[in-house]
């Protein structure tokens, strides 16, 4: 799907005042991986028999307003010792976990965005939210896995797949020595964590509201799950769950989120972080139990990765396009889609489980990482 506008902000959608160019993968991160100038690639350019698309990373930039741009300034700086703290494996605390997955929201939307500017594919889209209005909007997730190599470079996994080109939702960022595996979507993990969350969410295939989530029924259970979701990982170092309460209106839900319905829900106050606000807690997911943690202030530790535990970066990286399978696949659609629409979803089954199957096939020698892999990997 090719963009049928590339001149629109990143940030906000709209049309910039000045001629700022926001660098999607921040520069300082470029210069802690490597040389920002080297060339890797960047997907495939449609317009152009799918010819592989070669470019510095210093040149993986979007459209910016100089205020859009300014102001998520500020997070870089902020996030900047909190990716350098994870790359020497140490504890980060609850409120820079809950940074960590704003910032891995703006990776991940500004890559899907930029790769639409640049790969001209013959379905052109019109995005119906940027940066802004997606970060932090939505049940997130994060599992931090740690290699035992000095190999610099960076990794965005997943991005180059159908699946992302229409549901940016699953990605995985590699950074020198970690990798950091990201998902979000709508309230995938807020009925494992005892927050509101629809009963039924179905996908509309047709009639005027075709492309939107139908949500009914809203409830939520009293025990916090475990495990939270069905999501099958390697087992990583950490792994966090983050729902997040979707503001509304509504006079029936006196919270003023979606299925809040009793203004002095003790039970809601105690899994949102801090005990109010629309963040919920972080919920940590270990092997055998949950732990809630809602303090911002509390340390998060790394688990030990040992034994039959200890996966390749290959199965790692596979295992990012069986996530986006699973979240592509796990809301059933309402109505009668097209036959292309159904030809085209099975394509994006495909092609993910490709890219997945392509990594798995890989032998121990070629899972050393030295290369940069960057959206498309030949």
Known sequence: MALNDKRLCVFCGKVPNTKTREHVVPYWLLEATGDPKRVVNFGQNYA?????????????????????????????????????????????????????????????????????????????????????????????????????????????????????????????????????????????????????????????????????????????????????????LFKPVVWLYQPIKQPTDDPAFQGGYLGHS???????????LGGAGRFGALFRQYADHIEMLGNPDTPIDFDTVTGADSVTQSEIAASVYDLQVSLFSSVPYK????????AYRQAKLDDAEAHAAKYRERSPDQNDGHADQALAES
Not at 168 to 174: Q, T
Not at 201 to 220: S, V
Not at 335 to 342: A, V
């Open 262 to 272: 009793n203004l002095f829900d003790s039970r809601i106050a105690e899994r949102t």
């Open 335 to 342: 109505g009668q889609p097209s036959e292309f629409d159904m």
């Open 48 to 232: 152009k028999g799918k010819e592989i698309i070669k470019y510095s990373w210093s040149n993986f930039v979007a459209p910016a307003c100089d205020d859009c741009n300014n102001k998520f300034a500020s997070l870089e700086a902020r996030i900047k010792p909190v990716v350098e703290t994870l790359m020497r494996c140490e504890a980060l605390t609850v409120a820079d976990y809950v940074e960590l997955l704003d910032w891995l929201d703006k990776v991940r939307i500004g890559a899907w965005l930029v790769r639409h500017m640049i790969e001209n594919h013959p379905i052109e889209i019109t995005p119906n939210f940027h940066i802004s209005a997606r970060m932090g909007q939505k049940d997130r997730m994060v599992a931090v896995y740690v290699f035992d190599s000095d190999n610099q470079g960076i990794n965005l996994l997943g991005s180059d797949s159908l699946i992302f080109n229409s549901m940016p939702s699953c990605y995985g960022l590699r950074i020198n020595n970690i990798l950091l595996l990201n998902a979000s979507s709508d309230f995938f993990c807020s009925k494992g964590c005892g927050l509101p969350y629809p009963k039924s969410m179905t996908y509309l295939a047709d009639g005027p509201d075709a492309g939107r989530l139908a949500l009914n029924d809203f409830g939520y259970e009293k025990e916090i799950s475990d495990p939270i979701t069905e999501l099958k």
